[in-house]
């Protein structure tokens, strides 16, 4: 069975930095792409980007291009998604997700539970 | 960027009923590279259709998707209590990848 388990929820300061993961089991991690989706408070989905995990090849939405960055440690299958500098603009569920096929042009099967994340002074 | 424009935004709707949600895009969608989500309130999106038609696993078959190029049908034929959440659609042919705002179906 295919499970996909994110670090708890997280509240931070304006300008901290954050890294939450997403740790993977019960499939071989480095062949399926991962990404991960936004949802700001009572709002919809936003793509952000994915990454293979098997060579680290990363694609960003523009709109998340230079706000975070993704990454995976192969090692123990796990994604993160991390921020340098937090906003409260940031305030939202935060899900990662697998590619129900190897194949990059393919969506979302596969999701973790959410993490929370609240920036706010 | 492929923008996706769901109509309408609520229907209401009671048990039994068929529900049809419409998923517009801006520009053609390759390849039908088209799904359909549902999301209940405090959940993970679910994932019903891909490739526009084809239902994912163990979803029934009163959920159907229909359509190509830039207009996409979600179909719910009968309307069970646990149909009522919001769906969203999803193209996943061209980058950046984009979803609908979303169509909420609500008991009426």
């Known amino acids: 069975e295919v499970q996909l388990v994110q670090s708890g929820a997280e509240v931070k300061k304006p300008g901290e930095s954050l890294k939450i993961s997403c740790t993977a089991s019960g499939y071989s991690f480095t062949s399926y792409w991962i990404g991960w989706v936004r949802q700001m408070p009572g709002k919809g989905l936003e793509w952000m980007g994915i990454i293979h995990p098997g060579d680290s090849e990363t694609r960003y939405s523009p709109s998340f291009q230079g706000q975070v960055t993704i990454s995976v440690d192969k090692s123990i299958s796990t994604a993160y998604l991390q921020w340098s500098s937090l906003k409260a603009s940031d305030t939202a569920m935060y899900y990662c997700a697998r590619l129900s096929r190897a194949a990059a042009v393919n969506p979302f099967d596969d999701w973790g539970q959410g993490t929370l994340v609240t920036v706010s002074s | ?108």
Do not use: N
């Open chain 2, 1 to 108: 960027e492929i923008v996706l424009t769901q109509s309408p935004g609520t229907l209401s709707l009671s048990p039994g009923e068929r529900a049809t949600l419409s998923c517009r895009a801006s520009q053609s969608v390759s390849s039908s590279y088209l799904a359909w989500y549902q999301q209940k309130p405090g959940q993970a999106p679910r994932l019903l259709i891909y490739g526009a038609s084809s239902r994912a696993t163990g979803i029934p078959d009163t959920f159907s998707g229909s359509g190509s190029g830039t207009d996409f049908t979600l179909t719910i034929s009968r309307l069970e209590p646990e149909d009522f959440a919001v769906y969203y659609c999803h193209q996943y042919g061209s980058s950046p990848r984009t979803f609908g705002q979303g169509t909420k179906v609500e008991i009426k």
